[in-house]
Each structure stands twice: as C-alpha cells, then as structure tokens.
C-alpha cells in the first residue's frame, strides 16, 4: 500500500513563499512522474507542476517564473517551492504520483490528501 502525505501548507501574506513537500511511503519500487495539483473553491483541480523521472519539469502558465518543483528519489520525495505568492494561488495542493504497482505490474496514479495554501493580507 502507497502513501502520500503532503506538508508545508499554511497562510502567507502576498508577496511571500511556501515550500510544500510531498513523502511516499510503502511498497515504493519504481518512481514515475511526479506532480502537484491545486484546487480552489469553485474551481476544477489544475496542474501546477510536474517533474519526470529524468527531472525533466513543466509548469502551469500561471505559476511560471514564481514556482519550482524538484524531487528526491532517495527520499521517495516531491518539492514545490512557491515565491512570490498570490491571492489567486490560494487553494487546496495535491502531490500526485506515478508509481510501478507490482500488483497490476503498470505504473498507477496516487494522490494524497492535501494541504491548505492561503494567502492574504
């Protein structure tokens, strides 16, 4: 069974940065993609961020230049560091992860339960 348990969330004022981290734990064979979401009320769940395997990264229009994403395979981890926060970046942020499930012997998608980001003045 995989686990993903996110932290780093919180409120911050405009202007100012969060590093969120994302841990798996269980049976972790095989790393895949590795991605951060977020939701806001209201809103569809969107992309932010992804980082392959090979570190190869993507990012959402609204989140470039201000957002980074790395990952620590040793440490089965995920990282999205976010300077120059908005309020329009408050919302609820997801770590997702494409993990090998010998179970199905094909990668499979987990999610974890997310973490509150809220910035305001």
């Known amino acids: 069974q995989v686990q993903l348990v996110e932290s780093g969330g919180g409120l911050v004022q405009p202007g100012g940065s969060l590093r969120l981290s994302c841990a798996a734990s269980?049976?972790?064979?095989?790393?895949?993609?590795m991605a951060w979401y977020r939701q806001a009320p209201g809103k569809q769940r969107e992309l932010v961020a992804s980082i392959t395997s090979g570190s190869v990264t993507a990012f959402a229009g609204s989140v470039k230049g201000r957002f980074a994403i790395s990952r620590d395979n040793a440490k089965n981890s995920a990282y999205l560091q976010m300077n120059s926060l908005k309020p329009e970046d408050t919302a609820v942020y997801y770590c997702?992860?494409?993990?090998?499930?010998?179970?199905?012997?094909?990668?499979?998608?987990?999610w974890g339960q997310g973490t509150q980001v809220t910035v305001s003045s």
């Open positions: 269980g049976s972790i064979y095989s790393f895949n993609e």
């Open positions: 997702k992860a494409n993990i090998f499930s010998p179970r199905t012997r094909t990668f499979e998608d987990y």
